[in-house]
């Protein structure tokens, strides 16, 4: 079965501009959660969405916002981009229903965005 | 404050060699996940340990969750150019099991 996919893989923004990122999870996951990784702070929650709904949040600006689709598909937007947003941004997905640490989450391999 | 303290940071071995990577935290947690990241890809679950004292292992890699469920050990036997990667520890936080926070990883790299 087709893992998570994540568009674009690369892109390069100048400061002030805003972007959008796209996940498409596994087809019949409805959970989809998205961590920021640099160099600097590793791997860091941003946010987790089920059933369109955000259901977690981690501590970064309201720059950083999300949105989920009925389709599962999820997308974050990172408004006014700053130079300390060069990260690499990932998704996994999971099924979701929260009642067992056997449901694993199956990680993309992310969107590397640079600002300049 | 870093919640999960890896070391070591960095490792550079040859291959054959057999090594240790840690993941320590002040705090008790009711499990720890290990994930292997290969450059270019997102983190791969390897395994996740849940009771104290817990040992698993998945071929020549063998984890092991401390007694008192604060730390952790990854031990690689025989090490290949394979293992090459960012090992990361992870636990679930804020009561949620989708809300991950994450060491800061080992990069291991095996040299042949």
């Known amino acids: 079965k087709a893992g998570v996919t994540q568009t674009p893989r690369y892109l390069i923004k100048t400061r002030g501009q805003q972007v959008t990122l796209s996940c498409s999870p596994i087809s019949g996951h409805r959970s989809v959660s998205w961590y920021q990784q640099t160099p600097g702070q590793g791997l860091q929650f941003l946010f987790e969405?089920?059933?369109?709904?955000?259901?977690n949040k981690g501590n970064f600006p309201g720059r950083f916002s999300g949105r989920q689709f009925s389709n599962s598909r999820s997308e974050m937007n990172v408004s006014t981009l700053e130079l300390g947003d060069s990260a690499l941004y990932l998704c996994a997905s999971s099924f979701g229903s929260g009642r067992s640490t056997s449901d694993t989450q199956y990680f993309g391999p992310g969107t590397r965005l640079t600002v300049l | 404050t870093q919640l999960l303290e890896q070391s070591p940071q960095f490792l550079s071995i040859q291959e054959g060699e057999n090594l240790t990577v840690y993941c320590n935290s002040s705090s008790v947690f009711s499990s720890l996940q290990w994930y292997r990241q290969e450059p270019g890809e997102g983190p791969v679950l390897l395994v996740t340990v849940v009771t104290g004292g817990e040992v698993k292992k998945l071929k020549r890699l063998t984890f092991q969750f401390g007694d008192a469920r604060k730390d952790s050990s990854l031990h690689i036997t025989a090490a290949q150019p394979g293992d090459t990667g960012l090992y990361l520890c992870?636990?679930?936080?804020?009561?949620?099991?989708?809300?991950?926070?994450f060491g800061k990883g080992t990069l291991l790299t095996v040299n042949p």
């Open positions: 969405y089920f059933s369109e709904t955000q259901r």
């Open positions: 992870a636990v679930n936080s804020g009561g949620s099991n989708y809300k991950l926070t």
